[in-house]
C-alpha cells in the first residue's frame, strides 16, 4: 500500500491560467474523491467517481471545473480561466465502498 | 441547512492529562461519523468511525462517543502526549448513496511539555 499520491504539490500560477492536478489512488480503491481546503477549514467535498463514472459533483464544482477518471485509475482535476478564489490545497481520496476515506498530502495552489 | 460545530478556539491541554474535543451537528441524522486527524501541509488521516447505534468507540489512547440524542460526539485522547499536537476533523455522514463527506472546521489541539 503506498498511499495516494497527489501531483504537483505546488503549483503557482497567474489568474488565467489552466492548471491540471494529477491523482493517483490506492490500487485496489474503486471510490476516488476530491476536495477542495482553505485555511482554517475542514474539506470541501468536489466531486466523486466510482470506477471511471463521475457520480457526484458539489455546487462548488463551477464550470470552470472538470475531472476525469479514465479507466478508473488515476485521476485528474482541471481548473480553466483559475481566479483568485481558486486559491487552495486540493485534496484527493480514495476507498473501498462504504470504507474510510485514505487522503493524499494534496497539491496547493497559488494563484498570482 | 445542515451545520457540523467544532471548537473554534484551539485547545491546549498539559501533556499527560485527557484532551476531549467535541462535535455538534445539526439538520443532520448521520448513520455514522468519522473522526480523522490533519497535520499541516499534509492530507488528513482516519482515526476513529462510530456508528449510529454505538454509544462508544476505542482505539488505544482514543476514544469516541455518540449521542445521536444530544446530536453530539466527543473525541477523547488519554495521557495525551506533544505528537498529538494537530487539527481533528469530524465528518458525520448521513448516506443516502452520496458518499462525499463533510466536515468541520476542525480542532486545533496543542498538547504541552
Known amino acids: 500500500d503506498t498511499g495516494v499520491s497527489q501531483d504537483p504539490r505546488h503549483k503557482i500560477t497567474k489568474r488565467g491560467q489552466n492548471v491540471t492536478f494529477r491523482c493517483d489512488p490506492i490500487s485496489e480503491h474503486n471510490r476516488l474523491y476530491w476536495y477542495r481546503q482553505t485555511l482554517g477549514q475542514g474539506p470541501e467535498f468536489l466531486t466523486y467517481f466510482q470506477n471511471e463514472a463521475q457520480l457526484e459533483k458539489s455546487r462548488l464544482l463551477s464550470d470552470r471545473f472538470s475531472a476525469e477518471r479514465p479507466k478508473g485509475s488515476f485521476s485528474t482535476l482541471e481548473i480553466q480561466r483559475t481566479e483568485q478564489g481558486d486559491s487552495a490545497m486540493y485534496l484527493c481520496?480514495?476507498?473501498?465502498?462504504?470504507?474510510?476515506?485514505?487522503f493524499g498530502d494534496g497539491t496547493r495552489l497559488s494563484i498570482l | 441547512s445542515q451545520k457540523i460545530e467544532q471548537n473554534s478556539e484551539a485547545l491546549n491541554i498539559q501533556e499527560g492529562k485527557t484532551a476531549t474535543l467535541t462535535c455538534n451537528y445539526t439538520n443532520y441524522s448521520p448513520a455514522y461519523l468519522q473522526w480523522y486527524r490533519q497535520d499541516p501541509g499534509r492530507g488528513p488521516v482516519f482515526l476513529l468511525l462510530i456508528r449510529e447505534n454505538e454509544k462508544e468507540k476505542r482505539k488505544e489512547r482514543l476514544k469516541v462517543t455518540f449521542d445521536t440524542t444530544l446530536k453530539q460526539s466527543l473525541f477523547h485522547i488519554t495521557a495525551s502526549q506533544p505528537a498529538d499536537s494537530a487539527t481533528y476533523l469530524c465528518?458525520?455522514?448521513?448516506?443516502?448513496?452520496?458518499?462525499?463527506?463533510?466536515f468541520g472546521k476542525g480542532t486545533h489541539l496543542i498538547i504541552q511539555p
Open positions: 465528518a458525520p455522514y448521513s448516506g443516502g448513496g452520496a458518499d462525499g463527506l463533510t
Open positions: 481520496a480514495s476507498s473501498l465502498a462504504h470504507q474510510p476515506q485514505h
